[in-house]
């Protein structure tokens, strides 16, 4: 999957009030920091819709499916299974959110959803975990068959409905909107001001208060659930237990085998999630073919974001973005280069202060090349904002995987007995 840190000898001892309070300060500072940045590039270049309300909400809209993809990933890698076929299970999840969202409603969309993006997983677990296929032979084949099964369902169930046809169906009914007038209005009026720092997260209030879709709170909620269940329960224990020594696991009395079946499942959910997202959050109907690769930004996303929920999210956010960005004002899409500068200049910074040489120069080289562009265009063309998602993707899994840990059983073959 990606270079990776040879696993530690000896487990990291364990956390303290202190030790959490300092990590949450830590963030604190971090997410403060990047405020001011982000301020700091709206200002210089004058684009102020780069991080307008408008841009904010595009943001998290084009953030959910993705971000669901990679929860999904981490659900499954963390049991020790590498899940490309994420998205075919967005796929899939694409056409039960349709169907059942025109038959039932659009929260019954939701369980048709996660059912389908589940029959993903199942055939997904069963290839791998019970008949030891290569995962990525499996997840390949997913894929190819949830594009092909969506094209035929698509054709046979749509082509007759009342705005359906053999590649799409629209006018369903969509799910609940957030809106808190009083504060979304005083936010609003408090970002078109434009002051520093502060109508930047103004614009993020009012994005979270202005008829925002309740799926981006019900997203939000599934990071904090799998890091809650991961890292805080005994099940998690376990399954993650499948993931780093499988053979450790099952001579404790862990069936290796369950749990594996229950996190490629549980990914396959997560992945028909992200399809209703798509479906009913994203844009105004089912096509076939949305899922546009997000299935594998995603992947991209859990891996940036070390195999854990918050970086995953983290991870999402920034696809999002530049998801989003393409949409929006030519001018902000030419400031986001002077945002990438900074930060690859920034990273610079903190690889020299670690001794890092090798990787700060890499990190100057390609901060000073997106400077250069700042200074000497006027404008992105248009060819390449519709890329701006896949050059992102590429560009942090060329430039920030040298530090990631992934599962040290991750994708290897695992046979019941084996402990002896």
Not at 62 to 90: F, K, Y
Not at 146 to 156: D, Q, S
Request: with cysteine; hydrophobic share 55%.
């Amino acid at each position: 999957m990606s270079t990776v840190v040879p696993e530690a000898t000896m487990p990291p001892p364990p956390s303290t009030p202190t030790a959490a309070a300092g990590r949450s300060y830590r963030w604190l500072l971090l997410v403060l920091g990047f405020l001011a940045l982000v301020s700091s590039v709206r200002v210089v270049s004058g684009a102020n819709e780069i991080d307008s309300v408008g841009t904010i909400q595009a943001a998290l809209i084009a953030t959910c499916p993705i971000l669901l993809a990679a929860l999904g990933g981490v659900w499954a890698e963390r049991a020790g299974i590498v899940n490309i076929g994420l998205e075919g299970q967005m796929i899939l999840g694409t056409w039960g959110a349709a169907y059942f969202t025109y038959y039932y409603g659009p929260w019954v969309g939701l369980i048709g959803a996660a059912l389908l993006g589940a029959v993903g997983g199942i055939l997904h677990a069963i290839a791998t975990v019970t008949f030891g296929v290569d995962h990525i032979v499996s997840g390949v084949a997913l894929n190819i068959i949830g594009a092909g099964a969506v094209a035929f369902l698509a054709e046979a169930y749509f082509r007759d409905l009342d705005g359906g046809g053999i590649k799409q169906l629209t006018g369903l009914e969509t799910p609940p909107k957030v809106d808190i007038p009083w504060l979304g209005e005083a936010a609003s009026d408090l970002a078109d001001k434009h002051w520093f720092m502060i109508s930047d997260f103004a614009a993020l209030i009012a994005a979270l208060t202005n008829s925002i879709s309740i799926m981006v709170y019900i997203v939000a909620g599934l990071v904090f659930f799998t890091a809650w269940v991961l890292w805080k329960t005994t099940f998690g224990l376990r399954l993650r237990s499948c993931g780093e020594n499988p053979q450790a696991a099952e001579t404790l009395g862990v069936n290796v085998y369950l749990f594996k079946y229950v996190a490629v499942i549980v990914s396959g959910v997560f992945a028909g999630l992200g399809g209703y997202m798509l479906v009913l959050v994203s844009s105004s109907g089912f096509v076939t073919g949305q899922t546009g690769g997000r299935g594998y930004i995603g992947l991209a996303a859990m891996i940036f974001g070390n195999w854990r929920p918050f970086g995953a999210a983290g991870a999402a956010t920034m696809f999002g973005y530049t998801d989003a960005m393409q949409l929006r004002n030519a001018d902000a899409v030419h400031a986001l280069l002077l945002l990438v500068a900074a930060l690859l200049l920034i990273f610079t910074v903190l690889r020299l202060r670690k001794g890092d040489r090798k990787n700060a120069v890499l990190f100057a080289a390609v901060g000073v090349a997106f400077l250069a562009w700042f200074l000497l265009s006027d404008e992105v063309p248009r060819e390449f904002a519709g890329m701006t998602p896949y050059v992102a993707t590429l560009l942090v899994l060329a430039l920030g995987t040298q530090r990631l840990r992934m599962p040290a059983a991750d994708g290897k073959p695992y046979r019941k007995g084996e402990a002896g």
